[in-house]
């Protein structure tokens, strides 16, 4: 394998491309920001938009395959690669590599793929580099490799620094990624996690398996990357972006002061927003959208089961403190902790009533084999449950029904109304919400009959055009600010109602599952999605 290398080809091992949203794939390019001063030239291919890649391979002397850093469901079907199909078309004396969700099972992707040469652990772009200047996987930290006698080498393993400097090659992206019709992107800003929540297995961690400290790029160095980027709607897909309030402080100075039209999602802990009323109307003016704060649960019990960090009166204060800017509020929950009836579980739904959170994200408590959480609940000899009251917990089917419950039944007709009368009122979305709903309708009905309707097309067409107008913005806005604060109140008034009578736990999931199974899943069918 020692020589020089002189064209790279990166190549996005995957098929199926969803229907409502398509990320760039983010390591792929952070590779090829790594290695592009090095070599003549680098091609990066994605197989959800081009899987015939033999034009590409003949002039290649090096290939490159990566997934996500992770298998999470956001990003697509991630069990079902290509790297055998690509591997047929590698000539023997070229370098195979892959890594990240290709290759969670290092031994398996092995065996699976007899012509791979090379996996890469943990983040790629530094032992990318360093191959592309060494020729050879010999003592490169991260690199596991196959030898000529077929004997697998597991190099020494070690978490990188975070670097300011590499940055995605986003000049070289040769597709349009977009999220309900509008220009999308992804971000890494952090690596690590400064809480070791019982449930987190894998996010977080370093190679050795042992949670990685939270380490954080400067705001200059987002702010840098962030100017690269051709979209309008940016997420930060990092675990936990927001643990230095007062480098987000500094960000969002930035990006105001520059005039940057985007829009901005992530993830974080409500802990970090005590006391930062001030950021968080900056972080509005901004252009984020909305975070998706980690509740997990209403109970100080289970928080403590979880080793969340945090207390309910904690998460009550800061989602107090989010709720008077204008952006989004979602939360998301662990459902199924031991010692949980179903009425703990539906009481999730009033918590989010009571707090006018704008949407729940309801998972299910999952406990792998070899974990911390399987080692409390289950025996180790027999493979079964603990057997006591504190053991006990909903799961399985029962729990499935709850968690649609939660999720379908706090979308009521007044919640999704009082979302786009906040984000008209939003002090830094950059577009209306009207001409946001437009291109989400454009694109959910692609590929149905709705979507031969001309009518409906024409009408879609004047709505974009009107709601992009200043006029339309006006108009929107100012709507907005008449109405809000009845609508709010009705819209308590109703969830008060209904934490009572349980229409909407009732009536909603059945109507969204119509929508998921005669729609959704037809269009994810028809994109390559494989039903397992």
């Known amino acids: 394998m020692i020589g020089k ?5 990166c190549i996005y091992p995957y098929y199926y491309r969803n229907p409502y949203q398509v990320f760039p794939p983010l390591a792929l390019e952070y590779i090829a920001g790594a290695v592009e001063s090095l070599v003549d030239k680098v091609t990066v291919i994605d197989m959800r938009f081009e899987r015939d890649i033999t034009p590409y391979v003949k002039d290649a002397d090096l290939v490159f395959t990566f997934g996500h850093y992770e298998d999470c469901a956001i990003f697509g079907q991630l069990k079902e690669d290509a790297l055998n199909e690509i591997a047929k078309a590698i000539p023997e004396n070229i370098p195979f590599i892959t890594g990240g969700s290709c290759a969670l099972d290092i031994k ?25 200047q060494k020729g050879s996987p010999e003592n490169i930290v991260n690199l ?24 995605p090659a986003r000049h070289l992206r040769k597709y349009s990624y977009k999220a309900l019709g509008l220009e999308c992107d ?3 800003t952090s690596i690590g996690c400064n809480f070791k929540c019982s449930y987190c297995y894998q996010y977080g961690k370093g190679l050795d398996n042992k949670f990685l400290k939270w380490q954080g790029r400067t705001a200059e160095s987002i702010f840098a990357e962030l ?9 930060f897909i990092d675990d936990d972006p927001l643990v230095d309030m007062d480098k987000i402080d500094r960000l969002c100075d930035m990006i105001i002061d520059s005039r940057m039209k985007k829009m901005f999602a992530g993830t974080s802990r409500l802990n970090y927003v005590l006391g930062r009323e001030k950021t968080l109307k900056k972080m509005e003016r901004a252009g984020f959208i909305g975070i998706s704060w980690g509740v997990e649960s209403p109970y100080d019990r289970t928080l403590n089961f979880y080793k969340k960090g945090i207390s309910a009166k904690m998460n009550a204060e800061g989602l107090k403190a989010v709720g008077k800017t204008n952006m989004l509020i979602a939360a998301s929950f662990v459902l199924g902790s031991p010692g949980e009836t179903r009425e703990d579980i539906l009481y999730y739904l009033k918590y989010v009533h009571k707090h006018n959170i704008d949407s729940a994200v309801t998972n299910r408590l999952r406990v792998p084999k070899n974990s911390d959480l399987y080692e409390i609940l289950y025996d180790p000899q027999t493979g079964k449950p603990k057997e006591g009251e504190q053991y006990k917990r909903i799961e399985g089917e029962e729990l499935e029904k709850i968690k649609y419950a939660i999720k379908y039944g706090q979308r009521t007709p007044l919640r999704i109304l ?12 950059p577009l209306d919400p009207l001409y946001i709903l437009a291109n989400a309708v454009e694109t959910i009905i692609r590929g149905t ?12 067409r004047f709505f974009k055009w009107i709601f992009k107008s200043k006029t339309g913005r006006f108009f929107s806005k100012t709507v907005a600010n008449l109405i809000y604060w009845p609508v709010k109140i009705v819209n308590r008034v109703c969830e008060q109602i209904d934490d009572n009578l349980k229409i909407s736990v009732t009536v909603l999931p059945v109507l969204f599952g119509v929508f998921y199974r005669r729609v959704y899943m037809k269009q994810k069918l028809q994109h390559g999605w494989k039903e397992t």
């Open 449 to 460: 009959s709705l979507e031969r309707f001309l009518p409906l097309k024409w009408k879609i």
């Open 5 to 9: 290398f002189k064209n790279v080809l």
């Open 227 to 235: 100017k690269k980027s051709p979209a309008v709607f940016v997420g």
């Open 144 to 167: 596991v490799y196959r030898r000529k006698d077929g004997e697998i080498v597991y190099n020494e393993t070690k978490t990188h620094p975070v670097s300011n400097d590499i940055l």
């Open 186 to 188: 992804i971000m890494k």
């Open 418 to 429: 009082l979302i786009f009368i906040k984000l008209a009122r939003h002090k830094g979305l």
């Open 108 to 132: 398996k992707t092995f065996e699976k793929c007899p012509r791979l040469n090379i996996v890469v652990r943990g983040n790629p772009e530094y032992p990318a580099r360093e191959f592309i």
